[in-house]
Nanobody, 120 residues
Framework: VQLQASGGGLVQTGGSLRLSCAAS????????MDWYRQAPGKQRELVAR???????VYADSVKGRFTISRDNAKNTVYLQMSSLKPEDTAVYYC???????????????WGQGTQVTVSS
């Protein structure tokens, strides 16, 4: 199983970016899919989560500005980021709680990270 993240880049304050993360390989079922971020010198933090039933959870710092969504047919999760601030600068990682086989054992898989830089 591989998770491939894309869509990061450099944007000015107030701008927007859309991150994508596609899961591939042996996939039986995906539970929740998440976006985390890690800024220099800080711990990795959960930014947003979307469950298999499309319920969502957001960090307080991004509520109202970020939107997480998923396309189950493509095994892909998205993060639409708007009104970006310099404090959103970080490496963004996708994560999937995923069962690779029909035995229903779930494992956590991580993407490689994509850099988001917001200039002031």
């Amino acid at each position: 199983v591989q998770l491939q993240a894309s869509g990061g880049g450099l944007v000015q304050t107030g701008g927007s970016l859309r991150l994508s993360c596609a899961a591939s390989g042996s996939i039986f079922r995906i539970n929740h899919m998440d976006w985390y971020r890690q800024a220099p010198g800080k711990q990795r933090e959960l930014v947003a989560r979307i469950t298999s039933g499309d319920s969502t959870v957001y960090a307080d710092s991004v509520k109202g500005r970020f939107t997480i969504s998923r396309d189950n047919a493509k095994n892909t999760v998205y993060l639409q980021m708007s009104s970006l601030k310099p404090e959103d600068t970080a490496v963004y990682y996708c994560n999937a709680d995923l069962a690779p086989r029909s035995d229903n054992y779930y494992y956590s898989y991580w993407g490689q990270g994509t850099q988001v830089t917001v200039s002031s």
